[in-house]
């Protein structure tokens, strides 16, 4: 103890010290106020010139350690730029401790405040922890460092405290040393463990777009179809999603994952194709899927995963605009029964699937109903939504009613790294914030222990994951907070003070509204949900169709479509042509007009099948309009087949149809589903009816008649011609041989001289036969037949 107090009275306390300072002021003020009465006040205008605008930019790039301890030797550096147009003389950098802070409030209070305020920033260090700069001139910048012991801090007990980083110097215009510019954090100093640490819940969400779209290949494999190549960036290395699994697998943190990134990796990893324009190209980042995926399953190992619904859908949306739409909350529950199952077979963890995220863990009293109406029985809230008039922080778990647990984010954590956090100034501030609100969280009751839960954005940057990963590894020595996961926070015992009230309806954010999916998305999916329901009752493979389907109807209600409405109405218009263009080859063969004659026949109507698989429990219905004229036998007023075709097939449905009357009859054929649904377009075609009378019978038959007898006629005729030739042709081959002999006797008798030829005879001569041609007949010819004349 006395050598306790040597050491004390040889080197004051810092608080001494500080109390020292202070008196020292107290007695000093009154002389210098009498002082100043009569001098023009420099260190006045030089305060009033500070609060105005400053005019030199000081950045914070780096401070190290985050929490230091006695003993450390605390580094900060930056950069100051000029911004006047006047050069800087005699500029000096200084390192500033202001107060320490005693609540959150007055970290937030800082947070906002601007210009330089004095009194309210702490005395500069000076002497040798100081950074010289004789000479900036306009627009230039210069780097700088500051490295000082923490025993000189002067931090008199543990907490949180301001830092501020400060350039005084001169200008031609006010030649007299000024604060020009100041920048200001915070320094967690906490050097032994608290008697209490909050217990400290960080969601680590593996969240992405929509990337897969309903389209498949023919094949049997069955080779989705993405939307584009973007996920492959992501997944690469150095990209948003490699960099949050590389980060994550060192850090205590619950995974909460979408199931639909995880599909869509996983379907990437084997051969994929791509759209572009009106065609598709093979996809050609296998080993990065591989890669990634391999990654994230060691990385999961011996942490809690936490499944959302499948594709992450908004909630809210559901709630405000499409619970109301029938079919609706039905997909969100396809949608978390999916969960489990993809997760289990891609990662081989079974996840938690019984919590629920809103958007930005807004809720009202729909929102919670929805939320739990699939299963879920914790809704991760925040603050800012669920709040609680309080003077600390209280535990996040509260009971809500009806076996719910609403488990209330903190705002001011969760939000601490949005924004643009690649400038390194950006991120060492929302670091010191981050570790300073914790701090302080604890430091509201030290003596009771309170558990925190931490949901920030669903898809955080690269450069927000890193800042993210920078401050869970500075609290890594668990000083004042020790890690939990997800299920065990929704376990802790509720703040008996804490809210348990829903917000209501009217305090659901305007802004977050305005960005939901409206009620004509919700209709326009239910259209798409009906034709997918009317398409798959006819496939006899319809595993092979409904899956990419559901599937891309629940991508349709995700969150990530939040402020991009053109972007998502394309999708669903997309999804529903392309289910359509399926549909569509199934379809009645267009057919052309009839002309019926009789009383009965068949009337065939056609039904294509151009799909890969075949189709069943599909009936064909075929009615008249005029059933006085034509009567359809098989039904009466509307007669059915069933139709059965093969893939790549047709198949042509014959009706029997009666006629009673002449004249047209519109016809109208349609496909139906068994339940009685019409399947695709009607067709319609007219038949023309020419009834068949006695009279016109016997006036057909005497015609037939007619020419059968014409024919009989033109038989004989030519029969009778072909005869009259062969009798012709035989008595002129008898003559011939008959003057032949009549001549070889001529010469005989003259060579006797027995008798001479009388000249007034007429003689035959040889070049004379007999006509060749036949009696022509004096009957008329046939007709069309020939004759020879």
């Keep these: 103890m006395g050598e306790a107090a040597a050491i004390q009275g040889t080197h004051p306390s810092p608080a001494r010290r500080r109390l020292r300072r202070m008196a020292s002021l107290a007695v000093a003020a009154p002389l210098l106020t009498g002082l100043l009465q009569g001098v023009p006040a420099p260190a006045a205008q030089a305060a009033e010139s500070a609060n105005s605008a400053g005019g030199v930019d000081v950045s914070l790039e780096t401070l190290a350690p985050k929490a230091p301890v006695d003993g450390d030797t605390l580094t900060v550096t930056g950069t100051v730029t000029n911004r006047t147009k006047q050069a800087v003389t005699n500029a000096t950098v200084d390192l500033r401790v202001g107060p320490r802070m005693t609540n959150r409030s007055e970290i937030d209070d ?22 010289e700069i004789p000479r900036l001139g306009s627009g230039l910048s210069r780097d700088f460092s500051l490295s000082v012991p923490v025993s000189k801090l002067e931090l008199d007990d543990p907490g949180v405290y301001q830092l501020g980083v400060s350039v005084s110097g001169r200008t031609a215009s006010q030649p007299y040393d000024r604060v020009l510019g100041i920048e200001r954090t915070f320094l967690p100093y906490q050097p032994d463990e608290t008697e209490k640490r909050t217990k400290l819940t960080y969601l680590w969400p593996l ?22 190549d973007d996920l492959a ?27 639909d990134l995880l599909a869509s990796v996983d379907a990437m990893a084997a051969p994929y194709m791509v759209k572009n324009g009106t065609t598709t190209v093979p996809g050609q980042n296998q080993d990065i899927a591989k890669r990634w995926l391999d990654q994230l399953e060691k990385a999961v190992q011996g942490h809690k995963v936490v499944a959302l619904p499948f594709a992450d859908p908004d909630l809210a949306a559901l709630a405000h605009h499409g619970k109301e ?61 669920f709040r609680d008039d309080l003077p600390y922080t209280p535990t996040a778990a509260r009971a809500v009613g009806g076996g719910t647990t609403a488990v209330v984010s903190d705002a001011a954590l969760s939000k601490a790294f949005q924004g643009d956090l690649v400038r ?78 829903v917000p209501g309806s009217a305090s659901y954010p305007k802004k977050l509204r305005a960005r939901e999916l409206d009620t004509a998305a919700f209709q326009k999916m239910k259209e798409t949900r009906d034709e997918l329901d009317d398409f798959r009752v006819i496939l006899t493979a319809a595993d092979r169709v409904v899956p990419p389907f559901t599937n891309a109807i629940s991508r349709e209600m995700s969150t990530s479509w939040r402020g991009e409405s053109p972007s998502a109405t394309l ?65 009466d007023p509307v007669a059915s087949r069933p139709v059965t075709i093969d893939g790549g097939h047709s198949q042509s449905v014959k009706f029997t149809a009666s006629a009673n009357a002449n004249g047209p009859v519109l016809m109208r054929a349609q496909l139906y589903t068994e339940d009685g649904t019409p399947y695709g377009a009607p067709m319609t075609f007219t038949v023309k009816v020419s009834e068949i009378t006695p009279t016109v019978m016997l006036v057909i038959a005497g015609g037939v008649l007619l020419l059968v007898l014409a024919g009989i006629r033109m038989y004989r005729q030519r029969k009778r011609a072909a005869a009259r030739r062969a009798a012709a042709e035989a008595a002129a081959e008898a003559a011939a041989e008959a003057e032949a002999e009549s001549e070889a006797g001529q010469e005989d008798e003259g060579t006797a001289g027995t008798g001479a030829a009388d000249p007034g005879a007429e003689t035959e001569q ?21 004759v020879d004349r």
């Design 110 to 131: 800082v947070s906002g405040r601007g210009a330089f305020r004095l009194g309210g920033e702490g005395e500069a260090l000076g002497g040798r922890y100081t950074v």
């Design 207 to 228: 969240i992405s777009t929509a990337h897969v779209s309903a389209e498949t290949g023919a094949n049997q494999q069955q080779t989705p179809v993405f939307e584009n």
């Design 233 to 259: 960036a992501d997944l690469a290395p150095g990209g948003r999603l490699d960099e949050m699994v590389s980060l994550g697998k060192d850090l205590p943190v619950t995974w909460v994952i979408d199931p």
């Design 325 to 385: 739409v029938p079919g609706s909350l039905a997909h969100l529950q396809q949608a978390t029964a999916l969960a489990s199952g993809t997760v289990e077979t891609v990662l081989h963890v079974k996840p938690s699937t019984d919590f629920a995220w809103p958007v930005d863990g807004a809720v009202d009293p729909s929102v919670m109903s929805v939320a739990t109406s699939a299963g879920a029985r914790n809704v991760i809230a925040r603050s800012d939504s």
């Design 424 to 501: 390194a100034e950006n991120s060492t501030l929302a670091i010191q914030s981050f570790l300073a609100q914790s701090l302080a969280t604890t430091l509201e009751l030290p003596e009771q222990q309170r558990s925190v839960v931490v949901a920030p954005q669903r898809m955080p940057t690269t450069a927000q994951a890193q800042s993210m990963a920078a401050a869970l590894q500075a609290l890594s020595a668990k000083r004042w907070t020790e890690p939990q996961d997800l299920p065990g926070a929704a376990l802790d015992t509720a703040d008996p003070d804490a809210s348990t009230r």
């Design 571 to 635: 999708y669903r218009e997309e999804v529903l042509r392309y289910l359509r263009s399926l549909t569509e080859e199934v379809q009645l063969v267009k057919k052309s007009d009839l002309t019926l004659s009789g009383r009965s026949a068949t009337i065939p109507v056609t039904v294509q099948n151009r799909l890969l698989q075949g189709v069943e429990h599909l009936e064909l219905r075929l009615s008249s309009d005029n059933r006085t004229r034509l009567k359809l036998v098989e039904g």
């Design 766 to 786: 040889p070049s004379d036969p007999t006509p060749n041609t036949g009696s022509e007949s004096g009957d008329p010819s046939g007709t069309g037949e020939k």
